[in-house]
């Protein structure tokens, strides 16, 4: 999924994502929430008919930001108080207002409000963030299971509903990992979602906490797993049973100059391609590839073109979303 | 002509410039010639090549970057000795060199080397302005005959070479223009450009000297307004016989938010837009207008997403050849 924090992928055009194949795109509660607000955003149709994004879309819980982003006051049992970066204001956050933002977004699918649990974090701390988060998640369903609207909002209904998604935590402790995961299961969300991870822990760590979770969550809902990776992480995690990733790295790595290529990473700033006339990849079709040679794209970041984020976005997202074409395409043709 | 200074319309892809029937865009000789470099852009085939953009290119001469951007050292008879707004290092441009570096570059129109007047500037210093302006442009011409290119470089040969305008200066007095446009007529140049205006003077001085000037210059040669202007002011002087103008506008204010519309100029900043889910224009048919809100554009606004640029700067550039493209059917089908 790409990211579009603020209801926008970052410097990409719509048209441009959904040449490119993108059906499933992420928006950020939490800066949503902020501005221009949910419930303007309900009372212009939802969240699909104010960005005008006919595709999916999926909205995390605002847990994760709340924890990385603003000034944080207070976590207690009932939710969360913060200061938003942008004016310092005075909000809480609970599973229930988590909830309703996220309703009234109209996302495709909503995510339960959560701890993050930072890393590193004791024992006792992650037992102490799992109790939130499992708690929160009865919560979140109960709320949502109540509230929850026919999507999308703005074309003639097929009756289909919000989903809502657990979200599995407990540090990098696999047994609470696998605790969570199974009470979550018991409560029946209609997707599964492993959070907490590349939270800057080490790799080995993120792919155990996958391999212990992953076998117990059901094969046949959604498995999602929040916030990876690098091009390698992505197709190994798919080909482990993940069904969908989000990340920011592709889009905010290319607004500085880090291009994802069939023959590894490309840093575009690099003066070894001020006169490489060679497109970026030379493996890859997508319209950056067929028109731009690597010296252009150098040259649009050292004069600080917008049109530099746009181009190396898009050659980014290319080569993501292609690595899961292939991986999807292997699943039908093994 | 949208302008692409460094080598890019900013924010707006060129297959979407393509789209909206851009078929002439302005490169900045100043900045290109800084970077990448004239002798770099040329070892790759030329500018075309480089930005991967096969229609038509017009060079300005650098001599307006020259004043109003670089920290001037000294202008002489032989030319303007400058140093960089990039990085303070020294450099020199005298006619035969801009003509070299617009060679170089392998731009279709190339402009002769000349002096910009400031405004306001008293008769003494524009007569000593235009003296300047006169004899480089003859050295300008004899240069540019001499060592000027087919274009463009890079597909097979039409045999057609590169062009240039002389631009006629003279301040704001009506008889040095006009004698400058007769002394550039008998030079014989591929084309004539009224440069020197939009620098401060009220809008109706602007029309008095191009209304001078205009029935000097033969008919049967484009005739290019350099700098130029607001909707009204491109679709009036194209009613007086302009063939050509530039200017920023169109992009630069979209960047800051300003859209022109068929209902006036839209800052799209503005609170009263927040919930406004009409189009930007509702007379518009482009990408923008037939996908997004206004309410939706200023959202983009408000968050600083780099998206905001590329879509106000599609609408604007959209409804700037949308003016000419009107102008162009009235003179087929009067």
Same mark, same amino acid.
């Given at each position: 999924m790409p990211v579009g924090t603020a209801g926008a992928v970052k410097a990409v055009p719509h048209d441009v994502l959904e040449s490119l194949g993108a059906e499933l795109i992420l928006g950020n509660t939490y800066h949503l929430y902020l501005r221009p607000g949910h419930e303007s955003i309900r009372h212009m149709g939802g969240l699909h008919r104010f960005m005008s994004w006919p595709g999916a879309l999926l909205t995390d819980s605002g847990g994760f930001q709340v924890f990385s982003l603003s000034d944080l006051r207070k976590v207690s049992e009932e939710g969360v108080e913060f200061r938003s970066h942008l004016d310092g204001s005075s909000h809480f956050f609970s599973p229930e207002h988590s909830m309703d933002v996220q309703i009234a977004l109209g996302?495709?699918?909503a995510m339960a409000f959560d701890e993050c649990t930072e890393y590193p974090a004791d024992r006792s701390r992650a037992e102490e963030s799992l109790r939130?988060?499992?708690?929160?998640?009865?919560? $979140? @369903?109960? *709320?949502?299971?109540?509230?929850?609207?026919?999507? %999308?909002?703005?074309?003639? $209904?097929?009756g289909q509903t919000q989903s809502l998604f657990g979200i599995v935590q407990g540090g990098m402790y696999a047994d609470l990992r696998r605790e969570c !995961?199974?009470? #979550?299961?018991e409560m029946d969300f209609d997707g599964y979602a492993i959070g907490g991870l590349s939270v800057g822990e080490p790799r080995d760590l993120t792919l155990e906490m996958i391999a212990a979770v992953l076998p117990l969550l059901p094969q046949d809902k959604p498995r999602y797993v929040m916030g990876v990776g690098y091009p390698d992480e992505i197709e190994m995690y798919s080909r482990m049973g993940v069904d969908m990733?989000?990340?920011v790295l592709p889009t905010r !790595? !290319?607004?500085?100059? @880090?291009l994802f290529t069939s023959e590894g990473r490309v840093n575009i700033k690099n003066r070894r391609y001020a006169e490489d006339?060679? %497109?970026p990849d030379p493996a890859c079709q997508c319209m950056v590839c067929r028109r731009y040679s690597r010296a252009y794209l150098r040259h649009l970041m050292?004069? !600080?073109? %917008? @049109?530099?984020?746009? #181009?190396? $976005?898009? *050659?980014?997202l290319a080569y993501y979303l292609g690595i899961m074409a292939r991986v999807r395409q292997s699943i039908e043709a093994p």
């Open positions: 996302a495709d699918i939130f988060t499992m708690a929160w998640a009865r919560r $979140s @369903l109960d *709320h949502f299971r109540t509230y929850r609207k026919t999507v %999308p909002w703005f074309t003639e $209904s097929t !995961a199974e009470r #979550l299961v990733m989000d990340c !790595a !290319a607004r500085h100059g @880090l006339q060679g %497109p050292q004069a !600080a073109e %917008p @049109l530099s984020g746009t #181009l190396n $976005s898009i *050659h980014n």
